[in-house]
């Protein structure tokens, strides 16, 4: 896609809800709601407290919210994340913190 | 100095503010305040009230703009609003509505 990034970089805080139809990469501070239709990065120093909906979601930051992300979310062990997670794909990286319910949206074995 | 910016494919409905600078090319409903530069580009709608230092307009803009340095309203700018600055320079083609303070 030729459509260039979105970025929230630095101290500057956001309130409020967010639609992105591309790609966005949050290094500062967001609250409010978010939905992007491409990937989400919460960078290191990003803080973000917003029910969130991305298509794939990446955290190592800050985040406390839903999550809703469809095509995967993946927790960097510098993450701290907070709130209930659903998604078909899941990575929770060794070290990072982590507190909600995971619901993967698969069909288990009747015997299960 | 780190910039934020509000890429074309973005929609936000509500406030922003911080100390960096900023650069809008999307849609912003709502309020802005920064401590820093902020540049609304061509193609973008700001419906807000603007607070910042150094502003430079070559969008669309409905709001009051208030600037503690310098305002920059370039050749294909619309401005709907009051502006309150201390120094102002308009462009030959920028499409302007509203009164301007000049606060020296």
Known sequence: ??????????????NGTLSCDGDLIIDGQLE???SVKGNLTITEIGDVG???VASKLTVAGKLKGKVSAEKGVLIKS????????????????DGADYSG????????PKDV | MPKTTIGKSLFLDGELSG?????????????????????VEKGSVVKADIKANNVKISGEVKGNITS?????????CSVTGDTTTSRILIEDGAT???????DI
């Open chain 2, 96 to 102: 302007i509505k509203g009164s301007v303070h000049i």
């Open chain 1, 78 to 93: 510098t993450a701290s994340v907070l709130g209930p997670i659903e998604t078909n794909q899941i990575i929770i990286e």
């Open chain 2, 68 to 76: 503690t340095g310098n305002v920059h309203y370039m050749e294909d």
């Open chain 2, 19 to 39: 100390i960096d600078g900023l650069v809008i090319e999307g849609k912003i409903n709502g309020r802005i305040e920064v401590g820093g530069a902020i540049s």
């Open chain 1, 1 to 14: 896609m030729s459509d260039p990034m979105s970025n929230i970089e630095g101290d500057i805080r956001v």
């Open chain 1, 101 to 108: 319910t995971i619901n993967m949206n698969v069909e288990l």
């Open chain 1, 50 to 52: 917003a029910d969130t």
């Open chain 1, 32 to 34: 409010g709601e978010l």
